[in-house]
């Protein structure tokens, strides 16, 4: 089945650091644009980063810029997310999603065609 899951959140102090994956377990969306969008607690979800097919493209959120590395291994068919830098404001749902085309310029949720569920960060003071 069509599935990308997201694992790697969980509860880390200010200043720490933590690494997102999200495994395309079918190779569905082995050719897609990928990126890491993040819904703060009763808040829209919010672009993060997006990362090219080839791996050779990336954008980041100036938010996060300088603070989080998105990267691909597509032998392995996992998108990955380095976090370093944490901070409180960084606490959301993290989701990891895939479009069929378009650059990774694209930071509207709604351009992205499919989902994860989202795995939890929280960061602490």
């Known amino acids: 089945q069509v599935q990308l899951v997201e694992s790697g959140g969980g509860l880390v102090q200010a200043g720490g650091s933590l690494r997102l994956s999200c495994a395309d377990s079918e190779r569905t969306f082995s050719s897609y644009t990928k990126a890491w969008f993040r819904q703060p607690p009763g808040k829209d979800s919010e672009f993060v980063a997006a990362?090219?097919?080839?791996?050779?493209?990336?954008y980041y959120a100036d938010s996060v810029k300088g603070r989080f590395t998105i990267s691909r291994d597509n032998a392995k068919n996992t998108v990955f997310l380095q976090m370093t830098s944490l901070k409180p404001e960084d606490t959301a749902v993290y989701y990891c999603?895939?479009?069929?085309?378009?650059?990774?310029?694209?930071?509207?949720?709604?351009?992205?065609?499919?989902w994860g569920q989202g795995t939890q960060v929280t960061v602490s003071a």
């Open positions: 990362i090219s097919w080839s791996g050779g493209g990336t």
């Open positions: 999603s895939a479009k069929a085309s378009g650059n990774v310029y694209a930071t509207e949720p709604y351009l992205y065609n499919y």
